[in-house]
């Protein structure tokens, strides 16, 4: 049976669109790439305040080996910068450790929060059209000249969080073993691991920082009240002098402690990776909504239908550090299966159905429904909104944000079965095991 068309709010020209009905579009969104390399996503709305969130790449894979998370204590860091109020551009002998936010609030705005999207992590800042002069002034020496204060505090907490954070990762093992066997070049699991340099090295930290926040690196989004022409005249005018791009920095690796999970599903356990298209794949939100949104979803339901009565299944994409895969974990929790389970069988089973046909008109509707319900509630927030174009901008994956509203075509149910040969082809499959819970 043929899946109806119908347009889905997720691709960027048709989120823009329903904004203009919603929020009221002042002007046609523009992008704009200054002369320093620096892209800008502009969208002009009917309203009074603009957000303006302004990311750089924190992939595990980017920062030195000695240092996981080190984007993340530089992003702190470079959040006190060495700004003075009254004169964005002022370079004090000996900057408060606080200035550059002092300075950011009399701008005025409401100062800069922590965002992360995906795998890149930046500020989110919120003010009166009238500010963006100043603040395009202060965003900008954040990324030219901050002097990370305090840097090696904020690489010790970022190192104890990211500890906590993969001790509560549930089933880690099973998940790094997993990554590890779907890329045997590159290994991406072994980066979910506990350890890193006990001691930032301060000269090695702000050589990633000028790596890593070179113009061309960056994604920004400005939603809000404000002329496209003024702002985009203003951006060119600040952000215009080109920067040279220095060489990645690397660093001498440590002894990083490979260890188990805390949490440890109760039950019998699999993983399943599929790489994702190296392409932007329209469609592939949809295709995880379908396949494991909720326990009505595809694969829960054949399962269930198999004899797993009280199957629990997850799936997601682009796992921050799983080298771009798909990643689907299954558990039943009857404590009888162990290593007679048939539940590897059963979920290459229902995997290899709906790459031959997609399930009826009815499922797919509904997965449709639910995503395009998440998305809508994002509209409804010019924050949420920024967000959510931050978001189809990075896993759009092409250089040229110009080329970013390339995919226009409405995700029919054709593509979507297209989407879904390719993506779930057994030859590229990788699946994992651990009976009872436990690690083997």
């Given at each position: ?5 119908r ?5 960027l020209?048709?989120?823009l ?5 919603a929020?009221?579009l002042?002007?046609n969104?523009?992008f704009?790439r200054a002369g320093?390399?620096?892209s800008f996503?502009l ?8 957000h303006?969130?302004n990311?750089?790449p ?5 920062e030195p080996?000695a240092y996981?998370?080190l ?7 470079s959040?006190v910068?060495e700004?003075i109020?009254g004169d964005?551009?002022a370079?004090p002998r000996k ?13 005025p705005?409401?100062?800069s929060e922590?965002?992360?999207?995906d795998d890149h992590v930046g500020v989110r800042?919120?003010f009166p059209?009238?500010?963006l ?10 990324t030219r000249?901050?002097?990370?204060h ?6 010790h907490?970022a190192?104890l969080?990211r500890d906590a954070?993969l001790s509560l990762?549930p089933d ?5 073993r997993?990554?590890d066997?779907s890329?045997?070049?590159?290994k991406?699991g072994?980066l ?11 000269d090695e ?5 000028r790596w890593?926040y ?7 989004i400005?939603?809000?009240g404000?002329?496209a ?5 203003v951006?060119n005018?600040i952000?215009r ?13 440590v002894?990083?402690?490979s260890f188990?999970?805390?949490i440890?599903?109760?039950g019998d356990?699999l993983?399943?990776?599929y790489?994702?298209p190296?392409r ?8 995880i909504?379908?396949l ?6 595809f ?5 269930r239908?198999?004899g797993h ?6 799936a997601?994409?682009?796992f ?9 974990q299954v558990?039943d929790?009857d404590p ?6 048939l539940l590897?069988k059963?979920?290459k ?10 399930p009826?008109e009815?499922?797919v ?6 995503l395009?319900?998440r998305r809508?509630r994002?509209?409804?927030?010019q ?6 174009l931050a978001r189809?901008?990075i896993?759009?994956a092409?250089p040229d944000?110009k080329?970013l509203?390339?995919?226009t075509?409405?995700?029919t149910?054709?593509e979507l079965q297209?989407?879904?040969?390719e993506?779930?082809d057994?030859?590229?499959?990788t699946?994992?095991?651990a ?6």
């Amino acid at each position: 049976m043929r899946t109806r068309a119908r347009k889905p709010t997720f691709e960027l020209p048709l989120l823009l669109a329903l904004v203009l009905c919603a929020s009221g579009l002042a002007q046609n969104p523009a992008f704009v790439r200054a002369g320093d390399g620096s892209s800008f996503l502009l969208v002009p709305l009917k309203t009074r305040t603009v957000h303006w969130i302004n990311l750089h790449p924190a992939r595990l894979e980017d920062e030195p080996s000695a240092y996981p998370d080190l984007a993340i204590a530089v992003v702190r860091a470079s959040l006190v910068g060495e700004a003075i109020a009254g004169d964005a551009m002022a370079r004090p002998r000996k900057a408060s450790p606080l200035a550059w936010e002092k300075a950011l609030r009399k701008a005025p705005t409401s100062g800069s929060e922590l965002v992360r999207v995906d795998d890149h992590v930046g500020v989110r800042v919120s003010f009166p059209a009238r500010s963006l002069g100043q603040v395009a002034q202060l965003l900008k020496l954040r990324t030219r000249r901050a002097e990370l204060h305090g840097i090696a505090g904020h690489y010790h907490e970022a190192k104890l969080a990211r500890d906590a954070r993969l001790s509560l990762t549930p089933d880690l093992d099973l998940t790094r073993r997993t990554l590890d066997a779907s890329d045997p070049v590159r290994k991406p699991g072994s980066l979910l691991v506990r350890g890193g340099a006990r001691v930032i090295d301060e000269d090695e930290a702000m050589a990633f920082y000028r790596w890593n926040y070179h113009p061309t690196r960056s994604v920004n989004i400005l939603v809000g009240g404000f002329d496209a022409k003024f702002a985009s005249d203003v951006l060119n005018a600040i952000f215009r002098e080109p920067v040279t791009l220095p060489a990645k920095p690397e660093s001498g690796s440590v002894d990083l402690r490979s260890f188990e999970s805390a949490i440890v599903s109760d039950g019998d356990t699999l993983m399943v990776a599929y790489p994702l298209p190296s392409r932007s794949a329209p469609g592939l939100d949809l295709l995880i909504e379908l396949l494991a949104g909720d326990e009505r979803a595809f694969l829960p339901q054949s399962l269930r239908a198999s004899g797993h009565e009280k199957v629990l299944v997850r799936a997601q994409a682009r796992f921050p550090a799983g080298g771009n895969r798909l990643l689907i974990q299954v558990t039943d929790p009857d404590p009888n299966l162990g290593d007679k389970s048939l539940l590897p069988k059963h979920v290459k089973a229902a995997l290899a159905q709906l790459r031959k046909k997609l399930p009826e008109e009815a499922q797919v509707r509904r997965a449709r429904t639910a995503l395009e319900s998440r998305r809508a509630r994002q509209l409804g927030d010019q924050q949420g909104l920024a967000e959510l174009l931050a978001r189809r901008w990075i896993r759009a994956a092409v250089p040229d944000p110009k080329k970013l509203n390339s995919h226009t075509t409405t995700v029919t149910g054709e593509e979507l079965q297209r989407l879904a040969t390719e993506l779930l082809d057994q030859k590229s499959q990788t699946l994992t095991t651990a009976p009872g819970g436990k690690p083997r």
